[in-house]
C-alpha cells in the first residue's frame, strides 16, 4: 500500500484526548504512525529519511516515548534526551520549518470540530510540504471533514477524479487497510488488541448491569450472559422434556 501510494491519507478513527493541563494526545494515531515507522525502518529506509511531524507538543513526546520503547534498552541508557528515537526525527510543526526528509509521517492528533491548530494554514502547509518522495497523513477523517480546516477541502479533492489526476493518485486508507497491507503479524495483533479492548468495555457495561457475561471463544463470538445462558439451557431441557413425554404418551396410545 505504502510503495504504491506515496501520497495518501490514513483514516484512524480515533479519539483525541485532554489532559489535565490542556495536553492533547491521540494514543491510537499515535501508535498507527510508531508502526508504520517502524516498518519502514525494517524494510531497509534509513532513520534519517524518515520525519515524523504533528501539530502538538504533547504528541511528539507521545510518539517519541512509544519509539524509545522499540530501542534496545541498553542504547536507551546511554543516550541523552535529545537523541532522536531509532535516529528517526520527531517533531511540531513549527519544529520542522525549513526541514526536509525523504518520507514524512504527519499526526494531525485532533478529531473534534474545533480543530485548534489545525485551523492554521500555514501550518497545515509546512506540514504537507516537507517530503521529497512519500507523505503519509494520519487522522479521524470524520472529524476533519466538519472542521472548518483545509483538509475539508482536502477530502473533497481526493474524491474529484478531475482535480485529482495526477498518477499515482492520493488515496484515503483505513488503519485497517494499512495494517493489513503492511504484515500478517501487524494486522493479527491489531485485530486481537481491538477484540480485547472491546471485551473490556463488554465486561464493565455488564458488570455495571449485574450480569457476568461470558465468550464463547477467544476473540470471535459476541458475548452472551450467564443468566441468559441458564435461562437457555433451562428452556432448551424443558421443551426436550415435553417432546418426550408426547412421544411418550403417543406410543402408549398406539
Known amino acids: 500500500l505504502l510503495r504504491d501510494h506515496p501520497s495518501a491519507f490514513i483514516d484512524v478513527a480515533s479519539l483525541e484526548e485532554k489532559g489535565l493541563h490542556g495536553e492533547i494526545t491521540n494514543v491510537q494515531e499515535a501508535e498507527a504512525v510508531v508502526v508504520t515507522a517502524k516498518y519502514l525502518l525494517d524494510k531497509g529506509i534509513q532513520p534519517e529519511q524518515i520525519g515524523i511531524i504533528t501539530f502538538y507538543a504533547a504528541q511528539a513526546r507521545l510518539i517519541t516515548e512509544k519509539l524509545r520503547l522499540l530501542e534496545d534498552p541498553l542504547l536507551t541508557a546511554v543516550q541523552d534526551r535529545y ?54 497523513i494520519f487522522g479521524n477523517k470524520d472529524g476533519l471533514s466538519r472542521s472548518n480546516t483545509v483538509f475539508k477541502d482536502y477530502f473533497h479533492w481526493t474524491g474529484d477524479d478531475t482535480e485529482n489526476n495526477t498518477l499515482p493518485r492520493t488515496q484515503i486508507f483505513s488503519r485497517t487497510e494499512l495494517y493489513r497491507s503492511l504484515s500478517k503479524s501487524i494486522y493479527s495483533t491489531y485485530i486481537h488488541n481491538q477484540t480485547q479492548n472491546r471485551q473490556k468495555e463488554i465486561v464493565i457495561t455488564a458488570a455495571a448491569a449485574g450480569i457476568t457475561p461470558s465468550f464463547d471463544a477467544p476473540f470471535t463470538r459476541p458475548y452472551r450472559t450467564t443468566a441468559t445462558t441458564t435461562s437457555t439451557s433451562s428452556s432448551s431441557c424443558s421443551s426436550s422434556s415435553a417432546a418426550t413425554s408426547n412421544t411418550t404418551a403417543a406410543t402408549t396410545s398406539s
Not at 525549513?98 to 514524512?104: A, L, S, V, Y
Open 83 to 136: 537523541t532522536p528515537p531509532l535516529g528517526v526525527t520527531v517533531s511540531t510543526v513549527d519544529g520542522f520549518q525549513g526541514d526536509e526528509r525523504d518520507i514524512t509521517l504527519i499526526s494531525c492528533v485532533r478529531s473534534s470540530i474545533s480543530a485548534g491548530f489545525m485551523n492554521d494554514h500555514r501550518r497545515i502547509n509546512v506540514a504537507t510540504s516537507r517530503a521529497k518522495h512519500a507523505r503519509w
